[in-house]
């Protein structure tokens, strides 16, 4: 191992690593499998509920469980790895996910396979924001960050396309394949991880930990992300639903006390003195509340209404990932061109316009072709706007933070997915047995989403000269202490 360095320069006057796109695609490949492991199991729910004897309660927490501490542990994850090294902490999440993919595929009941599906979760929230902040300590920021964001926002949706596809097959070979099939990814990505990742930390914080902090703030996102699970069964103004959500205030007002008072807090407050890391999230959050929230959507108008098989469905909605893939390479060098706030303000007219298109002809009488038209400026718009969102958030974030603000860029995406999920159920829910309607009114909240979104990123996040300027005053106070082996 090569004796650690500590870097002084900013990070564009860094000697650039050789192995850098390399890295980039087992990153990449981590981010893919997350996603991919997570759409899967939606698939292959039904026969492990009849191989096991599931409940309806049972087959739920299934799901519910890695949700629960995906979304609850990503700020933890992702401020273990700037602690603890990035490396470290990505092969940690990566050797707990090779093994809960073994103990899901192995589980003999349901009590084993939803705590196997928690300890799923708890690996992807160490895996996702630490392979992002590995790539955004990889790549210095500009064209080169902003084109390793495109690549791994691009893999995302075909990470949820290839479940689609594939995870019927893999079910009807029996259910335990779905987690099967991880293993041997798994096992490739701790073998070369060492060769190709850099180990990096950072050594100016005191080994000193927030536990109060930390344990306030899973607590209140792991009572955040229950609450909106819930809330389209239990009912928005339900007693539960309403006290999960009062809980996760009062616990958020708890942890900003404790973070102002803590010598070596979890967050340090001066992150969110950041425009464009407040104004990436927000608009990170409304995209995730669109490309889940239309997701789930089309996938049952397209099965229920047009009578198209899981299979069918994926094959014929492959257009969207690819139109993402596409959004996002071009995505970026408009990014470096034009800045953050109009390419991302450009994403979210796309996304309302491919909602506006599915309210206005999800009536059942057209053919799958306008549901295809509709795929084609969402999918764009999808890959333009992760990009632009998630390059704005991570922008003029000090590498030692880089784990902190990968975390939050990824938890935003998780909650916002959470909440779209959650409205539109409740909108196709209340129009139960009154034809498309449902679904035309679901495709509205989706376009009111985007407007939500438009709003947010116009307002919050800065032009390009406003950033670059900031930038530059930035780079002038700080001396990272970043360190390499």
Known sequence: MASPSTLSAPPSAQALDPRRWLA???????????????????????????????????????????????????????RAADLLGRRRMFMLGT??????????????????????????????????PTALSILTT???EGSERNKALAGWAGIAGIGAVTALLIGGALANLGWQWVFFVNVPVALLMLVISPSLLRESRDAGLPRKYDVAGALSSTVALVLLVYAVAIAPMAGWLSPITLGLFAGSILLFVVFVAIERRSSAPLVPLRIFRKPNLNGGNLAMVTMGMLAFGFSVTISQYSQIVLGLTPFEFGVRQAIMPAMAFVGAYVGQAFVTRL????????????????????????????????????????????????????????????????GLASGFNTAAQQ???????????????????????????????????AVVGFVFTLAMMRSKQATEAGLRAEQQQQTPVLTHF
């Open 24 to 78: 980039l695609i087992l990153l990449c490949t981590a981010n893919f499998m997350v996603i991919l492991d997570s759409q899967i199991v939606i698939l292959a729910l039904p026969k492990m509920s009849e191989a096991l004897h599931l409940s309806p309660e049972a087959a739920q927490w299934v799901l519910s469980a890695n949700l629960l501490t995906f979304g609850g542990l990503l700020l933890l994850g992702g």
């Open 95 to 128: 050797a707990l996910f090779l093994l809960v993919s073994i103990a899901s595929g192995l589980a003999p009941n349901a009590e084993v396979l939803i705590a196997a599906r928690a300890l799923h979760g708890v690996s992807a929230a160490l895996m996702a």
């Open 138 to 140: 990889t790549f210095p």
């Open 339 to 402: 800045g953050f706030r109009p390419v991302a303000a450009a994403c979210l007219v796309m996304l309302g316009a491919g909602s506006l298109i599915m309210a206005l002809t999800a009536t059942g009488s057209l053919s799958y072709g306008a549901t295809f038209v509709a795929l084609i400026p969402f999918g764009v718009g999808i890959g333009l706007g992760t990009t632009a969102a998630s390059a704005a958030a991570l922008s003029g974030v000090a590498a030692s933070e880089s």
């Open 415 to 449: 909650v916002g997915g959470g909440l779209g999920v959650a409205v539109v159920l409740t909108v196709l829910a209340s129009y139960t047995g009154s034809g498309t309607g449902g679904f035309q009114s679901a495709f509205v909240a989706c376009v009111v989403f």
